[in-house]
């Protein structure tokens, strides 16, 4: 069993800043990769940043330049630093890991309950 707890959600205007933050716990016995996705209403659920084992990140086009995602690979934590926030960036933000839960296993993926951010303009 994994678990995922998301946390730093909230409500905040337009060029503001949040960041979010995500702990894995539970069977794990490594992670490859960690990172956030979201889905506003009406819209699909899209990647917005990744970090893998190997130290590559991966950013959406639409938040390069203004977000940053870090790991803590002891703590098994992915944060995401969200500055210069904008209304479009509303949504309902999920935690992603893909994680190995013993050496001979293969892997799999698992979600957060996800946390909302709202950017008022």
């Known amino acids: 069993q994994v678990q995922l707890v998301e946390s730093g959600g909230g409500l905040v205007q337009a060029g503001g800043s949040l960041r979010l933050s995500c702990t894995a716990s539970?069977?794990?016995?490594?992670?490859?990769?960690m990172g956030w996705y979201r889905q506003a209403p009406g819209k699909q659920r899209e990647l917005v940043a990744l970090s893998t084992s190997d130290g590559h990140t991966n950013y959406a086009e639409s938040v390069k330049g203004r977000f940053t995602i870090s790991r803590d690979y002891a703590k098994n934590t992915v944060n995401l630093q969200m500055n210069s926030l904008k209304p479009e960036d509303t949504a309902v933000y999920y935690c992603?890991?893909?994680?190995?839960?013993?050496?001979?296993?293969?892997?799999?993926?698992?979600w957060g309950q996800g946390t909302q951010v709202t950017v008022s303009s």
């Open positions: 539970g069977s794990i016995f490594s992670i490859n990769s």
């Open positions: 992603f890991c893909y994680y190995y839960s013993d050496y001979d296993r293969p892997g799999d993926d698992y």
